[in-house]
């Protein structure tokens, strides 16, 4: 999915990166626990987050997220801009809470990034869409 | 390729510039040209040491070393050790105070996150004698 969709999708404000919206992301993850970036397949993922500080940004650079977007309409703090900036990360915000975020991504069509078939078969490692 | 070494410095408790070392070294990989996936697991086990020796070490350093083979990074501190690493190895096992929650860490899963990534992968630790820990990646052609 283009990230210019997912803004669509979201009401999302762009932040910083706003010359990377033909980015496509693969899969979509919902945390707020910098661990789950790291260990799971997140390459190109779309990063929903309720955590507001740089080690975001850092953290998804590292694990190879394709763009960040605070929910429930959260303010990046300057040096969170900056540092996306830097990276050349996409950083936005949406209105939505998590919850919802992450249901109308799935509902466009976005997938997760789980590593087992859980119950429908359907689901591939690091799988997209 | 030529061989290339390379030593970050990582200060304790220093949250502005934590992970800085890691994300130079994604970059140094990166313009050398490797695999993106062997990139991401190099930076993933750079990244977790760095945090370590950020939230929990003392002074601390991240050694590079690259070769057309072998991708190695070395870290280690002079801070107060690891009681028990096998404990430490355990997924979930932590000793993150409330405000390392907070910032979204010490879930307990960067050591054994490491262990999963790095090809080769040791550590030595004891009480009131550091960390040091070696991770190594082969380079597949």
Known sequence: MKLSEVKEILKAEVVAGEEHLGRTVVAGV????????????????????GLNNVQVVKTAVVAGIGAVILVRGKRP??????HAKEQQLPLLTTPFTMFSACGRLFEKGLRGVEKKAV??????????R | M?????TFRVQPR????????????????????????LIRRVAVCAYESEM????????????LEVSAEKISVITDDDG???????KALQEGYSTAPPEYREMGFGAGMGLPNIKKNADLFEIRSGKGDGTTLVMSFEVRQ
Do not use: C, H
Not at chain 1, 119 to 128: N, P
Not at chain 2, 54 to 60: D, L
């Open chain 2, 14 to 37: 220093d949250f502005v510039k934590a992970g800085e070392a890691s994300l130079k070294i994604q970059r140094l990989l990166k313009d050398i040209g490797f695999d993106p996936t």
């Open chain 1, 77 to 82: 703090a300057p040096d969170m801009v900056r």
């Open chain 2, 52 to 63: 370590n020796v950020v939230m929990y070490g003392g002074e601390g350093k991240i050694l």
């Open chain 2, 80 to 86: 107060p050790g690891i009681e028990d690493i096998e």
């Open chain 2, 2 to 6: 030529q061989s290339l070494t390379k």
């Open chain 1, 30 to 49: 919902g945390s707020d626990l910098m661990s789950d970036l790291l260990t799971g397949p997140t390459a190109d993922a779309v990063l929903l987050t």
């Open chain 1, 119 to 128: 119950g429908t078969g359907e689901v591939k490692e690091g799988l997209g």
